[in-house]
């Protein structure tokens, strides 16, 4: 029951995106077609659960016990670069629609805060491995969530009759304002 409480947290009630206001670059910079925003999904689901592991192991088995926990941001975004580096090179070779589709928002995703906010937070929620992965997943998903809601509304939104001045990211700003409170519903399910 523990690790579903720390799933569905992550997923719902404590959304990446929409309750804690991380990595909106990428939320609003890649949502505009819904396929761009599986493919970005994809991408951070696999960075983050990767990272954050690998993240988890570096600092429990080096850099704490040799006492250079300051070094883990460092560390941290090291791991984070290098696996989008490998990343990229796999979308360029296999998928190479997706790679052009996400232009510069794939090499950004080694700047996403969100992944890099993961590691910090599974460190420093005291998690142990599973749980560590249980919450990244459930993070990676919430996102994956949010930013594919956000894009089917974004693409109905451009066949709706929208005055010209609230066109483009004045609207998108205001519905994600709208989603965000709908997240905060989640919160009420558990009392917290």
């Not at 560390?75 to 510069?104: C, D, H, N, S």
Request: with cysteine.
């Amino acid at each position: 029951m523990e690790l579903f409480g720390i799933f569905f947290s992550a997923l719902l009630i404590n959304n990446i995106l929409l309750i804690r206001f991380i990595a909106l670059c990428s939320f609003f910079g890649v949502s505009n077609k819904i396929d761009t925003s599986i493919g970005m999904s994809l991408a951070v689901i696999f960075v983050m659960t990767i990272s954050s592991a690998v993240s988890w192991v570096l600092f429990h088995f080096i850099l704490a016990p040799l006492h250079l926990e300051f070094l883990r941001t460092a560390t941290f975004i090291l791991t984070i670069a290098a696996l989008v580096q490998l990343e990229e090179l796999y979308l360029k070779k296999m998928i190479p629609a997706l790679y052009r589709a996400m232009g510069i928002y794939l090499p950004l995703i080694t700047t996403n805060c969100a992944i890099l906010a993961v590691a910090f937070l599974a460190i420093d929620y005291r998690f142990n491995f599973q749980q560590a992965m249980v919450y990244s997943i459930g993070v990676s998903l919430g996102y994956s969530l949010a930013i594919v809601l956000f894009a089917y509304i974004r693409e109905r939104m451009a066949l709706a009759p929208i005055p010209k001045w609230f066109q483009g990211y004045p609207i998108a700003f205001i519905t994600a304002a709208l989603m965000s409170l709908a997240f905060l519903g989640f919160t009420g399910m558990f009392g917290l």
